[in-house]
Structure formats: C-alpha cells, structure tokens
C-alpha cells in the first residue's frame, strides 16, 4: 500500500558502516536535512535509524530505455540472433502509447530502486504516436516518464533524443516515424516547450548516434542542449563504424567532434569499438563514456575499452541501457571482470574506482548527489553484508558480491522510498511488470 | 532450526509450469516414491504441493573447491592482481583443518542449494595436515566434506584429487605440502581405502593438473578412476600451455591424451586456451568440457571456446568454482553471454542447450539425476517468475533473467530441502558463512 513520507524534515540515520569519500567507515551517523546531508560522523554510537549492513551513497542509472525491460526473457527464440532482439524491440515500440507507457516505466524505476538505483538518466525517443503524428500534448510520453519516475520515489534525468533517420541516407521506416521530429529544428522547438514542475528532474538532450541525426543537424542539437546534459550512442558495434567512414570520411566520433557534440557536459554511450585516435579526442574534449556492461553482451557488442579509456582520463559511468539485467552491482564488477577477460589479467580498477563509476551524477546533471558528505543530496543506499552472496566479504569488496536482491534500505532526498526490501511508493513493482509486460504481448 | 524431512515415501507435487525433456509445459503433475520420479502428466488440475512458478531439474554444480568461498569479496587489495588472490588462497588453505573445513563447507553447500544446485562435484585437494603429514584418519578431510554435504542436503561427487608437484619439475612447497601424497601410488592406495557410508555420494578422482601431477603418474591416476568420473584441470590460462610445451613437447591435452586419462568418463575443466587439435582430441576421447564462467572472469583466465566445442560434439557443463558467485543462472547465461562477447553476436545456443550444461549430471555419475521424467531422481528447482529480475519473462528465457535469489523450493532425492526460500536442514547458511569465514581470517 503506498504511504505519504515526508519530503521535508531533518533525520538521523546510524550506519553499522558507510561508505565515505576517504573510504568504508564504521558507526557513521548521517544527519539529513530538507533532503540533504548535514553532518557525517564515524565512531559513533547507535543513534536514530540503524541501518545495518553497509550504506552506499546514491548509484546513477546513466542510460536506460525504459521500454526494453518488457524483452528481457523474450527473445531467445531461435537462439535470438540479434535480428530477433531488434524485430521485438521494435515490435513493442509500435503497442506503446502514453498510459501504457507510464504503466511499465512505473514498474521498470520501481524495479530500478528496489535494486539500489536512486536516479536514471532516460534515453527517451519514443515521442509520437502511429505514423510520428504529434499526441494532442506533444509532450505526453515525456510525461508519462516524468509521473512514472515521481511514483517511483527516483531522480529522473530526461534526455529528449533527436532521431530523424534509420540510417546514413536512410529515411525512417516502420515504427521508426514515432521516433522523428523531421528536423532538428523541430525537435528542438518540440523539446523546448516541455518544462515539467517535478523536483527531482533535470532536462537534457541526446543525439541517437550518427547514423539516426545527419551531420548538418549535430549541431542544431548540441546548441539546443546548450550545457545540459548532452547524451549520445557512439561506436556501439563496429558496423556504425564501417558506415561512418564509408558515408563521411571519419570515424563517429570524429563526426561528433567536428560538429560541437563533444564536451564536458556531454556523455559518450557504449564507446565499445573506437580508434587510439577517438579516445584521444574524448579525453581532449573532456567526454564521459558511459558503459553498459550486461546490455552490451545480452546484444553481442563486445567488450570496451574501459582501461584504455580511464588511463587517458576519460571518466567512466554505468547504465542498464536494454534492462536486461537491473543490478548496479552486476553491472559495476562487469565493468572490471569483462576488463579482466579482454586483458587476461586481473586488477583492472581498484574499487574506489568502480564506486565513482558507479555513483557518477555528473552525467545526470546532478552533480551534488552521490557521495556521502556535508551538503550532499541525502540519497542513501544500504546493502545486507550478511546474505547467501555477501556473507563473510570485507565491506568494500560489495560490488564483487552482492546483487539486486541485497538492497535492504534506500532514501532519495531524505525520503526513504526502500524499507526493508519493500517499495514504500508502489506496491510490489514485479506485480506491476508481470501485469503491464503480459498485457502488452498479448495486445 | 533444523527439521527432520522423511527421505523415503510418496509424494505429488503440482508445478505451474515445469521444464520437462520436451521443453516447458504448464500444469504438470510429478510423483514421486522413494526418491524417484514415478509418472510426470501435463496439463492437469492443481493437485498435492503445489509449486508456483517455473520447476526446473537439479541443477548439477561440476567443478567446486569449497573453501574458495572465504575468498569471496576479500581479494581486491591494491587492485587485486592474480598474486594477490594465490596469495590468499594459500593462506587460507594453511588454516583449515578438518573441524573448520566441515563448518565451512556445510555453509557452502548450504548457499548451494539455496541458489538451486542439487549436486555437486567437489575437487578435493586439501588432503593432510601441515607439511604434508597425515591425519590420524587420513580421510579426515574427505569425510568433513561428505558430512558437510549431508548436512546440507545436496548430492556429493567427491573428486579425490592427486597433487604431486608444484609446477614441471617443482617440487611442493610452502602449503602445498598438504594437498601431496609423495607418488601417485600413495594417492592411490590412500584413495582406495575411503568408502563413506552415505546415500547421496559418489567417489571420483582428481588429476589436478598435468602442472601438478609429473606424466609418469598420470596413468596410475586415470587407471585407480577405473570408470568412475575422472576430472582434470586443462588449459586455463595460456602459461599452462607454454609451459607443458616447453617441458614436454605437447600442449595439456596430448599429455593427457597419450597417457590415458581423456575418455567418456572424464571432465576437462576450463577448457580454456585449446587449440583447433585440442578440441578435436576431446571430441574423438568423448570428454566432457566444465566451463566455470564466474570464476574463469574473476581470474582474468579469458572466454574459453564453448561454441567451438559444441560444434566438434563435445558435451559441456558447468561450475561455480572458486565460488566468486554462487549462482546457476548467472553461470549458465555466462556460457552464452560470454560467447557472445567474444564472437560480437547473439544466438550461440539455444535455451534447450543452455538448460543441458546446467543439469549435466553425467559428469557426477549421476546419469539418473537432471531430468523431469518417470526413473530419475526426485531432483526438483522451482523458481518464482514473478520476482523483480523475473517478472514478464516467458518460463524457458528464465537462464536470462533469473538469480540465486528466485529459487523458492528445492527438492533432493524427493526431500524437501529448501521451502519458501529458507534452508530446511540449516538454520541460514549464511550466518555460517559469516562466522567461520571471519574466524578463520582472524586465526
């Protein structure tokens, strides 16, 4: 049953251990206030709410389509060739409209937070109806995503994603039409008119990839999102490569370059298969790439590369992109352990490491939630150390153990959305999938 | 606490849905009398103990060295390189005994047969005490480890495991002592004089590696199996290759081949760096392949050529090893997903194929265990469906999105072993697991 909690408010939590910004600390005490951190203390005595186990500082979701949640089991048949998995997404793409859309987006951020995510970043472009007809609120599958993530007690970064082609000098076909806008001009118009009053939302943009947003238009969107968090597709299988150079002369991220896409406050998705060159050019422009690790094998992409990447100072993130999976701590120890497969080696990242990747906002807009300090957003994340999988681990080897299913308690802004393994807002979110998910096959 | 399960009777048990050898049907009806499947019906009214959710066959745990399972979690020091985990692992070896080898391993398997393994094949090495001496019952570490199964209600295959030499031409040193019988016809005759009297345990042997165990012996090894599993470490990491060719002219898998250990009855673990000879030799011996996903990615050995193999006809299945994670799906979608990984494409196997490798029980010689028909052992996994990783899916895409924590009700030899996702037999694994691991990092 879902119950009122207080938004506002000051709080004291007590953490059997914590982890802070010099490392794991024991008998923390986290005061909260209006939704922030205050004051954080070790060595302290049992106080207020006792969360035991070990609190983690809030995870960021930095790339999500939400709808794709609704194939996870589903497209094995025949094997599942990547065929299979595209004619199925694509499939669901054409059933959705803004009240179912907001059904499943409800139960996939439920499911988000039970697993430790306190904000996602939603690579949404799924805007219009049948045919890309505009809905009578041009808006409305955005809102369906803005009222699903409130619901859900999650951070929402919404990046409004320009998608007008099916390929290099390929025009939309099928259910692609729900995607476009025509022009970047429109879309830009059409994104700039949406301006939710949500607390917890942030607004950005995204380029689909260089194969969906032709050149000329890059750089109508990367002016648009001016700041903002900026997101794009880049290198995610070595076909968009080999179509890059073969339709423009340069590789995609070179084509980004040129035309104003890359920059610090812009976030580089998969970067799976790219040049010495390109990463070069990500670290110069201060580009963050953001990995999907289980996403990333569920579709055959490969294994990028992290370490390369980190070496040059180019920052690392984490999204569940397809939702294959939905676990920030899978998720997390692939980024080292598909390392460790590429390398044939072990000791990729040390854990530290793999926490600011895991806990990275920037990306979101965000960028004073995720660490547990004075001034911080009070988004509180606690982990059992005593399950089948964490039992007997030291607590800052967590992302090595735990799964999902260790989140005893979680708190965003100071509200605590997770008690007990319990969504406090909605009632049994895999209810809600199992319902949604089964509804929209049989439509 | 502890309950007393009869092990012997009739039963009916009614499955929502069940994975029979024709695939996934709904409404079936499985008897059982005196720890064997009687009749399997479809399509049938709720009757007996009903099982919500998807009933899989046992699933069968090829390869373990229980006491790796204190390593979990504890091994990523100054980034963790392979040192640092061999480090580890000895010390921890050097502090076993056969008390605190049994507490450890009942939690283990206990954590087993929660995540919904109904046997296990245990690759036994830690055989005397410090220096090498024996115990006063030499087979006091076999039995703490029959007796810690039995405790916890799975199936043993204890693989007693020759360990004569710390590399070609090393001799043992520091720990290694303890896993060493001096020659093989010590190993043998010691092996020989175990027959523990336990229901649910099968005896097998062990050649550790052709690293560990100098060519001369390897045909008195293979000869003292004498039909029963045989199971040998191959070609895990690239160096094992250099080395035994450096050392004696041929890869691992020609050593073990000229001296009569491959064969129906034998098990090559990892399998990992094979040539296109190699793979050809384990086909035309009709050995089998154990692939250890997790622990293969955990110590950075590489992505070993599953596809490849089943192509040639070899069987493969699956373990969980070092138990970095315990856990039936994530070790089964591994063999796929990693496949993919290193081929960039869907599609390897098909899910028939998939739930093949995870109930191999061939390997075990338990040729009668790992199916849900009349004659096979009363071995029975349900899993719910409609947990927040489960929910949606369709029942046989469930290696894709299941976990360890899905698995609801356990059956072995038609006891019921786990009810409600609680240990019938042991009162939470897990506080086990904690206690002795933290005692014995602290000895």
Redesign the interface.
């Known amino acids: 049953m879902p119950v009122t909690v207080p938004v506002t408010g000051s709080s004291t939590y007590w953490c059997e251990h914590a982890w802070l910004p010099g490392g794991v600390a024991s008998g923390v005490r986290i005061d909260v206030a209006d939704g922030r951190i205050t004051v954080v203390s070790t060595g302290q005595p049992r106080t207020g709410s006792v969360r035991e186990g070990l609190t983690l500082p809030g995870l960021a979701n930095v790339h999500s389509h939400a709808f794709h949640?609704?194939l996870?089991?589903?497209?094995?048949h025949?094997?599942?060739?990547?065929w299979?998995?595209r004619e199925r997404m694509y499939a669901l793409a054409e059933r959705l409209d803004p009240d179912s859309y907001y059904r499943l987006a409800r139960?996939v951020y439920g499911?988000m937070v039970?697993?430790g995510y306190t904000s996602v970043a939603e690579f949404h472009y799924l805007h219009h109806a049948a045919g890309g007809t505009p809905y009578a609120d041009p808006h409305a599958m955005s809102a369906a995503l803005v009222a699903a993530a409130d619901d859900a007690g999650i951070r929402l970064c919404l990046l409004d994603t320009c998608y007008l082609a099916g390929g290099f000098d390929v025009e939309l076909r099928g259910v692609q039409p729900r995607f476009g806008d025509g022009t970047a001009e429109a879309w830009a118009e059409r994104v700039t008119g949406f301006s939710p009053r949500a607390d917890h939302v942030v607004l950005g943009a995204a380029v689909h990839s260089v194969r969906a947003v032709p050149e000329r238009a890059l750089s109508v969107v990367a002016e648009c999102a001016n700041g903002r968090p900026l997101h794009v597709h880049l290198s995610e299988?070595?076909a968009e490569n080999e179509d890059s150079v073969r339709a423009l002369g340069r590789t995609p991220t070179r084509v980004l370059d040129d035309n104003g896409v890359l920059g610090p406050n812009t976030t580089a998705v998969h970067a799976t298969h790219l040049t010495n060159g390109d990463m070069s050019t990500l670290a110069r422009s201060r580009t963050r790439a953001c990995f999907c690790p289980t996403t990333?094998?569920?579709?055959?992409?490969?294994?990028g590369p992290a370490t390369s990447l980190a070496e040059r100072g180019v920052r690392l993130c984490l999204g569940s992109d397809s939702h294959?999976?939905?676990?920030p701590f899978e998720e997390t120890r692939a980024l080292e352990?598909?390392d460790?497969?590429a390398?044939?080696?072990?000791?990729?990242?040390?854990?530290d490491e793999l926490l600011a990747a895991a806990t990275a906002h920037d990306a979101l807009g965000m960028p004073d939630a995720g660490r547990l300090e004075p001034g911080a957003r009070a988004d509180l994340v606690t982990v059992d150390l005593?399950?089948?999988?964490?039992?007997?681990?030291?607590a800052?080897?967590?992302f090595?153990?735990a799964?999902?299913?260790d989140v005893t308690d979680l708190l965003v802004a100071g509200r605590a959305i997770v008690r007990d393994r319990q969504h406090r807002l909605i009632e049994r979110?895999?209810?809600v999938?199992?319902d949604?998910?089964?509804r929209l096959w049989r439509s």
């Open positions: 949640r609704a996870r089991g589903r497209t094995h025949d094997r599942g060739t990547f299979t998995w139960g499911e039970l697993a299988q070595r990333e094998r569920d579709l055959g992409d490969g294994i294959a999976v939905i676990d352990l598909n460790r497969l390398a044939e080696a072990r000791g990729r990242f040390a854990v005593r399950s089948p999988r964490t039992a007997g681990i030291e800052d080897g967590v090595f153990a799964g999902a299913a979110p895999h209810a999938l199992t949604e998910i089964e």
